[in-house]
C-alpha cells in the first residue's frame, strides 16, 4: 500500500509536473495570440487609415473636379444668357425701329390729312365769308 500511494503521489507529482507545463505552455500560447492579435490589430489599423486617406483624397479630387465642372457649367450657362440677352436687346431695338417708324408714318399722314381737312375748311370758311360778304353788300 505505501508502494501503491508512493506511486500514487509520484503520478501526482507528474500530473501537477504536467500540469504546470501545460500551464506553461498556455500561458506561451496566449503570449503568441495575444501578440498575432496586436499585430492583426495594428495592421487592420494601419489598412483602415490608408483606406481612409485614399478615400479622403479621393473626394477631395471628386470635390474639385465637380467645382470645376459646375464652375465650367456656369460660365457656359453665362454665356448663353450674355448670347441671348445681347440677342433680345437687338430684336428690341429692330422692333423699337420698326414701331417708331410705323408710328412717324401715321404721324404723318395723319398731319396730311389733318393739313388737307384744314385746307378744306379754310377753304369753306372762305367761301362761306365771301358769301357773306357778298350778301352783306347786296341787301335784297
Known amino acids: 500500500m505505501e508502494a501503491r500511494i508512493a506511486r500514487l503521489e509520484s503520478d501526482v507529482g507528474h500530473v501537477r ?77 429692330r422692333v423699337n425701329a420698326e414701331l417708331s417708324a410705323k408710328i412717324d408714318d401715321v404721324w404723318k399722314e395723319l398731319e396730311a390729312r389733318i393739313e388737307s381737312v384744314a385746307a378744306r375748311l379754310d377753304a369753306r370758311i372762305g367761301r362761306l365769308q365771301e358769301a357773306f360778304n357778298s350778301a352783306m353788300m347786296c341787301p335784297n
Do not use: P
Open 17 to 93: 509536473s504536467s500540469l504546470s507545463e501545460l500551464n506553461v505552455k498556455v500561458d506561451n500560447v496566449r503570449e503568441e495570440l495575444d501578440a498575432k492579435i496586436d499585430r492583426v490589430n495594428l495592421q487592420l489599423t494601419e489598412k483602415i487609415e490608408s483606406v481612409r486617406k485614399e478615400l479622403n483624397a479621393r473626394i477631395e479630387q471628386v470635390r474639385d473636379e465637380l467645382n470645376a465642372k459646375i464652375d465650367q457649367v456656369r460660365d457656359e450657362l453665362n454665356a448663353k444668357i450674355d448670347q441671348v440677352r445681347g440677342e433680345l436687346n437687338a430684336k428690341i431695338d
